[in-house]
């Protein structure tokens, strides 16, 4: 794309860039399960990127704080956290199409009302759907830590994207990341004590214990039994 100043200059020209993504979309086999579920909830539960800018208070006909938790995986920890935080409402965003159904049959099982999902690329999703200053909570836990050298540049926590969720969080709104990749705690930590608008929480300037609110999965549980760490980071948007 050298000869173009930018993504949308070399689109016009009808060139076609790859774009670099932050995950790799692995489709995996629908189970009947999760086929079912997606069909039967979709219609109630699910957001559409081609539709815009969400209106939260419409969306969950009430006023309540908003977390939003980018690649939720399967589910569960975050319609746990549904269930524990009925005060306040979830938005998850995931593009694995199995994790989507599992966790919208989580929710129904669980009678969870507080909590919608994307099925779409979270770059995308904050840039067009969400509004500036509208989330309280950010949620990013065990991204892909794209362990070789020459892919840290797929991290999701880079200077960019963390300027564009601060956009999105409210003065006084959290961006809570957790991973059990060492280096990528440590590549979060660099970013994020760079980022301008932001304060670690940390009272010694770099990771915080597990707060309660976040759920102790089982990969989590088996990790501690092979004396594998976690690190947690929370960082509140100051201006």
């Known amino acids: ?33 999760q086929a079912k579920a997606i069909e039967a ?53 995931e593009v694995h199409r199995p994790g989507v159904g599992t966790c919208l049959a989580e929710a129904e099982e669980k009678g969870v009302n507080n909590l919608r999902i994307f099925e779409h690329d979270a770059v995308e999703v904050l840039a067009d759907c ?18 070789k050298k020459r892919h840290h540049k797929r991290r999701i926590v880079q200077p960019e994207f963390v300027q564009r969720l601060r956009e999105k969080l409210k003065v006084g709104g959290l961006f809570h990341m957790a991973t059990d990749w060492e280096n990528y705690a440590e590549h979060m930590l660099e970013v994020m004590s760079s980022a301008e608008g932001f304060s670690n929480l940390s009272e010694s300037s770099n990771y915080v214990p597990r707060p309660d609110n976040r759920p102790l999965t089982k990969f989590e549980q088996r990790g501690h039994r092979l004396g594998h760490g976690v690190w947690d980071l929370m960082f509140e948007r100051k201006s």
Not at 130 to 147: E, G, N, T, Y
């Open 41 to 93: 909830l979709w219609p109630k539960m699910g957001l559409e990127h081609k539709n815009g800018l969400v209106d939260f208070t419409a969306c969950f006909e009430r006023q309540a704080p908003i977390v939003l938790e980018i690649g939720f995986g399967m589910g569960k920890s975050l319609v746990e956290m549904a269930v524990n935080e009925a005060d306040k409402d979830f938005i998850g965003i």
């Open 130 to 147: 969400i509004a500036d200053k509208s989330l309280d909570r950010v949620q990013l836990f065990f991204p892909d830590p794209w362990h």
């Open 1 to 33: 794309m050298s000869q173009f100043k930018s993504q949308q200059e070399a689109e016009a020209a009808g060139v076609y860039v790859q774009k670099i993504r932050s995950f790799v979309k692995r489709e995996g086999r629908l189970t009947n399960g």
